[in-house]
DNA sequence: CTTTTCTCCTGTATGC
DNA sequence: TGCATACAGGAGAAAA
């Protein structure tokens, strides 16, 4: 599941391959790869058609491409600009796909360059992911996604205020730090291991904790995503891979997620799995005791 | 307004 | 073998 490390490392091979390219066209397949487009998918189409990549930016799990006129050629010639907002969902993918090679399964868009090469395949196995055109809006965030706060990553990031919401909050702190409206880029994984690194159950409210503890757990998650991306992203199953394919070729050592039954790194306890906010929550008995009214907290 | 639940989707694994 | 079920879960809509 791409979240904020994942997402970098396709942003960068997006980067390499077809930054400053002048896209002919994009074919959409179905409409659900459009779905959040407001104009639906031939508005979508017309909108990318004949324009050139400027740039590839990212917010917690969105990137996008910033768009000028393919026209004009010199985007400072009064070219609109606007952006192709990108979520890879939970499966997907971008492919570079040379010339005579098998298109990928799940393909939902191909976007075709005028310069002949290699085109660029989005193929998405559980279609959660998805294309939308927007306008570019304060700080060049599109508009569409003005509701996406900071990530970890961002010059514009402040923990401070981010903390300061968290405790006026009467949430558990596990859905404070999966909200992307308060901080961005942390998916399911990297919320266990934050919480872990951080010795706090996710099911605590967050208006029981301190601002110090609040603080720490936010330096955990930027220090495991760092950790992550600096080791290119981590491989959680074959469905994520970077845009040459290639799968499985680095590993963050999870200490929580996916660890159910094996002890603690820590400590010895076996990892713990929990059903919560309809998803797996992993995490140490010993080192993260549940709060009172856990379910978890009963055994 | 705040907070929680529901819904979208398909391949893989597991149980009977 | 075949069929049913659980599971993976991001984000926005809908409900509470």
């Not at 391959?17 to 189409?45: E, F, Q």
Request: net charge positive; charged share 25%.
């Amino acid at each position: 599941m791409p979240e904020l490390p994942e997402v970098e490392v396709v942003r960068r091979g997006l980067e390499q391959h077809v930054l400053g390219r002048h896209i002919r066209d994009v074919d959409l397949r179905g409409h659900r790869v459009a779905r959040r487009h407001p104009g639906g998918a031939s508005d979508l189409a017309d909108r990318v058609r004949d324009t050139q990549i400027q740039s590839i930016q990212r917010r917690g799990k969105y990137l996008w491409f910033v768009l000028s006129d393919g026209r004009s050629g010199d985007p400072s010639a009064g070219g609109e600009m606007g952006a192709l907002v990108v979520h890879l969902g939970m499966s997907g993918q971008f492919r570079v796909c040379e010339h005579g090679m098998p298109e990928p399964r799940h393909t939902h868009a191909v976007l075709t360059f005028d310069d002949g090469g290699p085109s660029l395949v989005f193929a998405d196995q559980r279609t959660f992911g998805g294309f939308a055109f927007s306008e570019l809006g304060a700080h060049g965030i599109p508009a569409l996604i003005a509701h996406i706060a900071p990530d970890p990553f961002d010059p514009a990031y402040d923990q401070r205020g981010v903390v300061r919401r968290l405790v006026t909050r009467n949430s558990a702190i596990k859905r404070g730090l999966l909200d992307q409206g308060l901080v961005s880029g942390i998916g399911n994984i990297y919320a266990d291991e934050a919480l872990w690194r951080a010795r706090v159950h996710g099911e605590r409210m967050a208006s029981t904790l301190s601002k110090a503890v609040l603080g720490r757990i936010l330096d955990q998650a930027r220090e495991v995503m760092g950790e992550a991306l600096a080791q290119g992203g981590t491989s959680f199953d074959a469905l994520y891979v970077n845009v040459n394919g290639e799968s499985g070729y680095f590993d963050l050592r999870l200490r929580a997620y996916g660890q159910e039954g094996r002890p603690c790194e820590r400590c010895g306890t076996p990892i713990r799995r929990e059903h919560f906010m309809n998803r797996s929550s992993f995490f140490c008995p010993r080192c993260q005791p549940p709060p009172r009214s856990s379910k978890a907290a009963s055994t």
